[in-house]
């Protein structure tokens, strides 16, 4: 079975960091790009941060820009999104996503999601 599944997600105070990672499970990671996308009840869904599988180029959503940064750890076939200095308006459901491009439409597979809650 193909399939994605996210881990990392809990509740934090604002300012404190959390990881995020991404594994799959029945095939690689390698020839994909990967996506961190969030999606607030009501809201679609948008793209947080991707890493390219060609170049390992990255992309980042203006609002997460020098807060949040993406990896892949070939060796554990993995894709980790660090999460640092976290706002509550980061509070979302993030899914990891496998695709050809940075889009939601681009995506092949999805993990269920992971939440995260940022509150005081």
């Known amino acids: 079975q193909l399939q994605l599944v996210e881990s990392g997600g809990g509740l934090v105070q604002p300012g404190w960091s959390l990881r995020l990672s991404c594994a799959a499970s029945?095939?690689?990671?390698?020839?994909?790009?990967i996506g961190w996308f969030r999606q607030a009840p009501g809201k679609e869904r948008e793209g947080v941060s991707c890493?390219?599988?060609?170049?390992?180029?990255?992309y980042y959503a203006d609002s997460v820009k020098g807060r949040f940064t993406i990896s892949r750890d070939n060796a554990k076939d993995t894709v980790s999104l660090q999460m640092s200095s976290l706002k509550p308006e980061y509070t979302d459901v993030y899914y990891c996503?496998?695709?050809?491009?940075?889009?939601?439409?681009?995506?092949?597979?999805w993990g269920k999601g992971t939440l995260v809650t940022v509150s005081s």
């Open positions: 890493i390219s599988s060609s170049d390992g180029s990255t």
């Open positions: 029945g095939f690689t990671l390698d020839y994909y790009t």
């Open positions: 996503a496998a695709g050809d491009y940075c889009s939601p439409r681009s995506m092949h597979y």
